[in-house]
C-alpha cells in the first residue's frame, strides 16, 4: 500500500458515538481513503519516501465538516461588494453608503449586500431613507435573504423600470406605491433580474479569482464539502475549470435550480445533468422553490402574516411543483426544495409522499411549522435542512424583529425547531446558506447549540428549548451531512474505507462551550488526504 498522508499523535473523534477511538493515528492511501487506524508507531512505519507525516500533538480529528446548504459561486459574487450586515439603523447605513458612494468613480455602480430589513423599523422596507445619498448613483443593494433587493431611483432609471411587472414566479414584485410607482423594492430574483441585467458584470477570471478566495476561506473555517443549491450561470464551468487545475479545495455536491414555467424539456434536461461533475464535484439533485422568505412577506403561509402579506406559493399552480416532483422521483433524481412557511412545507411533503419512496428528498430552511407536520419527515423519509444561525442573527428572543412580528406571537414560538425535528425522528442536516449567513461551521454548530444573536451572546435565545446537544450539531455537519448525500458507507465517520475528508480542531468540539466553539482554531482540513489548509499549530 503506497500512503499518502499519516497522522499521529491525534485524538480521533467518532460522531456516531461521541467517543474518541482507542486509535491514536490513521494513514491515508494513494486513492484518498483512510486505509488503516492504529498507535502512532505502527502508523508511522506505513509511511513511504513520498508520505506526508503529520504530528497533531494531541488535536482533535473529526470526519470533515460539510455545510449542507451553501451558494459559493453566488456567495464569492455577492460578497465583493459593500458589507451592509452590520448596520444596525437607517443611520449606519446612510453612513455605509455614503462611504462607498465618495469613493465611486463617474457612472460606476454601488453594489451592497447584507441588509437586514429590521433597520426600517416600523417604516416600509424602500429606498426613499436613501435618496439624498445615492442622488444619481445606481446603486442594488441586496437584503440579507438574498430574495429581495432596493434598488436606486437611478438604477431603476437605467433598467426601464418605471412601474409593476407581471412574473412567472407568483411571488415576485416590483413594489409600487399608490401612484404606482416603484418604491425600490424588488421581490425575489425575476425582479432583482431587470435590474441586475443592466448593471457591470465580472470578468470571468474576475468570477474565478472571487470563487478560488471564498473556497480557499472555506478549507481554512474547517469545511471540506458543502451542497450547493445553485448551478446558475456559469457556476459548474468554474468549478470544472478550479477542479482541473487542483484548485478546489472542497468536495461539492451541487442541485441545478428547477423554477416555475419548466416544461418536460426543461426537467429532461435537469435528468440529464445528473452525474455530470469532476474528481471533487458532481451534479447530485435537483432544487426547487415552494415560496420565498417571511422577511419580505413572499413566504406561504397558511394564515397570511400581519400585514396581509405571505399568502401563496413561488409556483403559480402549485400543482405543477407536484408534477415535476413526481418526474424526478421517477428518475431516481433527488430534490431539495425551499419551503420556509408552514403551507409550503406541508404541500412539499404532500409532493414527495405522492411521489412515492425510494429517493432521499430533502426540505431546505423550514422556518416555521405546526406539530403535526413534525413527524411526516421521519415517516417520509425527508431530510430537514436548517440553517440555525439564521434564528440567531435575524430574530430576537422577545419577538421584536420583522421575522417575528409578521408571524405574530404562536407562529413565531414555532422558529427553527432543530430539536422538535430531531427528536421526531427526522435526519436533521446544517448548514449556513452563505452568503446569506457566516460559513464557518463551528459558528454553525455553535448557533445550533445556543440560540444566541452572534454579535451579542449576553442576549436571551430564541426558543433554547430547540437547542441541540453538542453531538447533535457535530452530526448535523457530518453523519447526517453524509447520509442526505446518500454517502453513509464512504463519508461521515472515521472508518477503514471512507474518505480521508478530515476537519482537525485545537480541542475537542463537544466539550468546547457552545460561547466558545466559533473560536476554535482549526488546525488542519484535508480532502482526499490532501491538506488545503494547515494552521500554524502544524508548522
Known sequence: MRTRLVLSSARLLDPGTGSFLRETALAVSESGRIAALGDDREIRALAG????????????VTPGLVDGHLHPVTGAELTHGLDLSRCADLADVRAALAGAVRELGRGDWLFGWGLDPNVFGDEPVDIAPFDAVLTGVPAFLLLFDAHSALAS?????????DGPRTFAQASAEVVCDAHGRPTGLLQEDAACELVERVAPRPTRAESRDRLAAALRSMAAAGLTGGHVMDANGESLDLLAELDAAGELPLRLRVAPWCQPGADADVVHELIAQQGRGGALWRVDGVKLFMDGTIDNGTAWLERPDCHGESTHAFWPDPAAYTHVVGELHRAGVPTATHAIGDAAVRHALDAIEKAGR????????????????????AELGVIASMQPTHCCDFTRADHTDNWSRRLGEERASRAWRCRDLWDSGATVVLGSDWPIAPFPPLGVMAGARHRRPTRDLTQPPHGPEQALTPLEALRGMTVNAAYAAAEEHEAGRLALGHRADLTVLADDPLTTSATDLPYLPVVLTTVD????????ETG
Open 358 to 377: 425510494g429517493v432521499r428528498h430533502r426540505i431546505e430552511h423550514i422556518e416555521t411549522v405546526p406539530d403535526d407536520t413534525l413527524h411526516r419527515f
Open 153 to 161: 431611483r437611478r438604477a431603476l432609471e437605467l433598467a426601464g423600470v
Open 49 to 60: 519516501a513520498g508520505t506526508e507525516v503529520i504530528d497533531l500533538e494531541g488535536a482533535v
Open 529 to 536: 488526504g490532501r491538506v488545503t489548509f494547515r494552521g500554524t
